[in-house]
């Protein structure tokens, strides 16, 4: 039974499948769209995995991540950008629907957010031409205020909008309800990047109460607090029909069980919490 | 010596000292501004807690906490609005600045935000006539979206002025660089809450990378990403030049420490990275 609307981004099996054993796995139980990320494909090679996803139809719902711009000095944003367009060829080479974009956090020891801002809109406009002529898009990701710091300073839909905008064609946003639920204005923010077709991906877990880890305590679809049916109405009125793809990162509980059981409920879930 | 501009929220030196003992060491060290919890003030009773602050010349420079409004049923909500009229008495009997509110979070099993934050408009409209006749301010604190869930589903300074701006006089803002340093409007946010005469507190502390625990691993001014100096100006100059709060959640670290040490080092951090 093929499983359509589902993709499996490959973070959520990271410690028990390898691109080729989570491909196997995902297909056994119908989910026909992945998002694997760098290191995983690194790891198969970016031929095989290309290869493994052509001759299996697989949609490539985006690839895990481009971003982490600011930098302390020159060669530090240089090589950013040098690793943002190898990035947007492997996108490209898989056929992934979009790039993600992590953008990235504070530079060394700065305090100075908004200059590390600056460094990713100008980032992302120095490598948004190659993304552009390879017809990969660039998903911004905004991402969760308590990642502001370590790992993305873009931490609103709101905020990543406005770049999209300023940045013009070829960008759009990943909107990963772990990191937007609690924004008082998602709902209408979904509505504008729908009206602008800005849309590039969904990505779903939960939000447990209480969240032990800041990074690794993600929680299934259905355990949490995140209103999973009221964001995906909404995303789906904006315009985005695209596949939900589930993105658990969780040392303690899914990371533990064997992957076949965690595909097994996120296509439960999938059926009927989102 | 004395350090004026300097207040000490007491759940700073929570393990350390009770209510009387923490105004004794802030004396000690030239603090004349304090900020105690409500439980604090219970366990020494209201009236010696209130003589304290009259003998020494105290400023209270808010008292925490109100809020808490979401409930799942009416006797939840009345519960909550009767706790909060007795939590103004209280303010007004110590002479506080304000009644910091945090305002509550999902209330039971629910998952709809919305409802939770028209709880809180509610909420805050219902104890509002109390709070004016008894000119106590309500300061409403925006709360870290990482706490959206548990403890406060007013997460950003927009969303908390416009509130203020719904709701009329006798309401304004707690600012704590904990919960807001992240947001890319809070510059543009304080300037506004500034020309409304609406900034009621500013709360100090600083964000660690990492950050260990979502709630009790709160930073010392310095040893943290953020920019304290930029946002006092900002605050400066939006027409607030009250203390600055030092509440610090550290129950790894400072909590562990002496009092005298803590205070000590507040005073030091206040003097060079404020």
């Known amino acids: 039974m093929s499983v359509p609307g589902l993709s499996l981004n490959l973070a959520t099996v990271r410690p028990q499948f ?20 760098r290191d995983q494909v690194q790891a198969i090679g970016l031929v095989e995995a290309a290869r493994i996803v052509k001759i299996n139809g697989l949609q490539v719902t985006g690839l895990c991540r481009g971003g982490m711009f600011p930098a302390t000095n020159y060669a530090g944003l240089t090589a950013a950008t040098d690793d943002n367009r190898r990035a947007i060829d492997e996108a490209a080479a898989l056929g992934a629907d979009c790039l993600v974009m992590v953008v990235g956090g504070l530079p060394g020891a700065s305090k100075d957010i908004a200059a590390a801002r600056g460094m990713v809109a100008d980032g992302l406009a120095a490598v948004l031409p190659h993304a552009r002529s390879c017809r990969v898009p660039l998903a911004i990701e905004p991402l969760h205020p308590m990642y502001a710091a370590d790992r993305a300073c873009v931490n609103t839909l709101e905020q990543a909008l406005d770049l999209c905008d300023a940045l013009g064609a070829g960008v759009g946003v990943a909107i990963d309800v772990y990191h937007t639920w609690w924004d008082p204005k998602i709902r209408a923010q979904i509505a504008r990047a729908g009206r602008n077709g800005q849309i590039l991906a969904h990505h779903i877990c939960d939000w447990l109460v209480p969240t032990r880890d800041l990074l690794l305590d993600r929680g299934m679809m259905g355990d949490g607090v995140i209103d999973l049916k009221q964001i995906r109405g909404d995303i789906e ?36 919490v989102c």
């Open 18 to 37: 390898g691109f080729a054993a989570a491909v196997d796995a995902c297909l056994a139980q119908g989910i026909t769209a992945i998002a694997p990320w």
């Open 237 to 272: 009125r904006a315009g985005f029909h695209g596949p939900q793809e589930v993105e658990i990162f969780s040392s303690d509980n899914w990371w533990k069980r064997s992957g076949e059981e965690v595909i097994a409920t996120c296509i439960e879930r999938y059926r009927t």
